[in-house]
């Protein structure tokens, strides 16, 4: 056994089996007993304990103390190859943080294509004041008790997709835990079991190769939590972010554009003008050819809007998808001019001037991601290749065939696009670049342009940095701690069973963890759809402070959290709700949640607490809210 200790740490690794624990005060954690560190190689499963040679040496040096390992030669079939690593397992002295790094030394012998270390923790007893918090979309709690099983990940735990808006988890026993930051996170996620009814809950982490080799030290960081909760593990990672220098408020966002500031308060509508469904889209229906297609004129869009304003309806701001010539999803990057059969350049100025006119703000859809072989400018040699040469395609979407282009040049694309937009007098308030802040980073090949995530999620930012550049309010698919410095809104935030069909069981408690992290920093827009009596997403929309959707239609039927079936109200019942959501939203949108909490331990009622000392309560059960405001 290898031991090392600070002032409250204690760090063990059993150099029998390589499993490590660590505990502070009278809490122990320890990598589950099943746990065997691994990695999933083209050459098969091969285990760290499984190397030729193993060695094992205690380090101090000037910032803190620790245990090293050497794994050195592994036989494949027979046959010796030369691939090694270490791992550093240390603790830093002046935080008592623990880092566990994964470094290659030698990468030949072994294709590696996922490293799973290091392991999950025990967390064994069924008990609803042991619980584990995970990322997905906007933050679950899953006590340990919690009856349904934890299935489907979204992106199969990716760090940085909508699986992991942000690259921790954490696990509590009681008022004692811990935070498991990723600080590498391009090409890393997480899985995690729950069970049906407990009595446990395991996560650990794993991370991938970029562009076919580990090439660079993998590293998590646990920061060990004493008599605290949820919202500790949130403000722990609130601190990191900013100490990475990634953090940055609405309010510094406003010094850079103004009209930061006019979001606030707006209700939103997503609204379209053209779809076409290419008929070797997944989505084209061949029995019912009239759903495929649909064209709507700006002129339409302009008088709703204003009948919208006649209803007292309030400031708004307009998403507009399929507003060009080939319609929603499709040919891009290749997507100008406005749409010529919805009326061309000149009816799409009209609705952009009446925004304006009625003190209302507009936004477009646009993709720099989707590929599409029917574009003009398509060229194989800009989409992203995998290192085996190959190009990823698929026809999921409306149009039709695609890979994916290369971020290196999505900047350029948005340039020459957003400059046509401009030359034809559309004055833009805002921009949607789907899917950058939903789907994972990609990955290119080409000598040309290559790319890696970390890479790729930089020209992402870039992008919106772009817009930001010419006053154009920058916002993507959901949010990702990665581009919180650059994004100001996205389409949505929202927890993980609002995209699921209405009544699916929840995987834990739906708690606003991203928010208790950035709330001050990006405005997120919530559904407002009432499911049935015993389900109204108005109250999440408060409980966030954030902004409300008055109108949403889908681009794809019952897809994107539209589903059919929801309770129909009347119009000026939608607008009286929005109007209760955007007059809270103008008080906290630049406030920090700085507290959220299950009132008398019950979680069908939940309240969170703003920097401004508004509090708002939400009762669950009966379906109500109350909003507390500081004079």
Known sequence: MLEVKTNTIQLRMDDNNLKFSFGKGDTEWNWTSEYRPKMECKEGTVYFDEALEIHHELVQNGIGKGIRSSFTGFEVEGTKVPYAFETYVWIERCTENIFFEWIPICEEGLTVEK??????????????????????????????????????????????????????????????????????????????????????????????????????????????????????????????????????????????????????????????????????????????????????????????????????????????????????????????????????????????????????????????????????????????????????????????????????????????????????????????????????????????????????????????????????LPSSEEVSDWSARSLVFCHYAPYDFMLRKPGSPKHGIPVPLFNLVYHDCIIEPWMMEKIDDTEDYMLYALLNGGAPYLIRDGAYPNFDGSFDGNVKMHIKEDIERCKVVAELHKKVAKCEMVHHEMVDGDPQVQRTTFADGTKVTVDFRQQTYTIESVA
Not at 404 to 419: G, I, S
């Open 115 to 472: 490293v799973f270390w290091p392991g999950e923790l025990e967390l064994e007893e069924k008990r609803n004041d042991w619980y584990t918090l995970l990322n997905m979309q906007q933050g679950v709690l899953i006590p340990n008790d919690w009856e349904t099983e934890l299935t489907d990940i979204p992106f199969d735990g990716y760090f940085e997709t909508a699986g992991g808006y942000m690259p921790w988890f954490s696990q509590f026993k009681e008022h004692n835990g811990y935070i498991a930051i990723c600080t590498t996170p391009w090409n890393a996620g997480y899985q995690a079991e729950h069970p049906e009814n407990g009595p446990y809950t395991h996560v650990g982490v794993r991370f991938e190769p970029s562009l076919g080799k580990m090439e660079y030290k993998r590293v998590v960081r646990y920061t060990l939590i004493e008599d605290g909760d949820y919202n500790d593990a949130c403000k722990i990672y609130r601190d990191y972010v900013r100490e990475q220098g990634n953090f940055c408020t609405l309010n510094e966002k406003a010094s850079r554009v103004a009209s930061v500031d006019n979001l606030i308060g707006c209700s939103f509508i997503h609204k379209g003008i053209k779809t076409f469904v290419q008929p070797e889209s997944d989505f084209f229906d061949p029995e019912n050819p009239d759903k495929n297609n649909n064209l709507t004129p700006f002129a339409v869009r302009t008088k709703e809007m204003k009948e919208l304003h006649e209803l007292g309806a309030g400031k708004l701001y307009l998403h507009l998808d399929g507003w060009a010539e080939p319609g929603y999803d499709n040919k891009h990057p290749d997507y100008t001019p406005a749409c010529e059969e919805a009326g061309g350049w000149k009816a799409m100025k009209e609705l952009s001037d009446t925004m304006k006119e009625q003190g209302d703000l507009f936004g477009i859809h646009d993709q720099y991601r989707d590929y599409y072989f029917a574009a003009e400018s398509f060229d194989e040699d800009y989409a992203c290749r995998l290192t085996d040469g190959t190009i990823p395609t698929h026809k999921r979407w409306a149009g039709g065939k695609q890979s994916y282009l290369c971020a290196t040049q999505a900047p350029h694309y948005v340039k020459r696009n957003f400059q046509e937009l401009e030359k034809n007098n559309i004055q833009l308030d805002g921009a949607y670049l789907d899917v950058f802040t939903c789907n994972e980073g990609d990955e290119c090949d080409n000598p040309r342009h290559r790319m890696t995530r970390r890479e790729c999620y930089d020209y992402r930012a870039r992008c919106f940095d772009y817009l930001m550049s010419k006053g154009i």
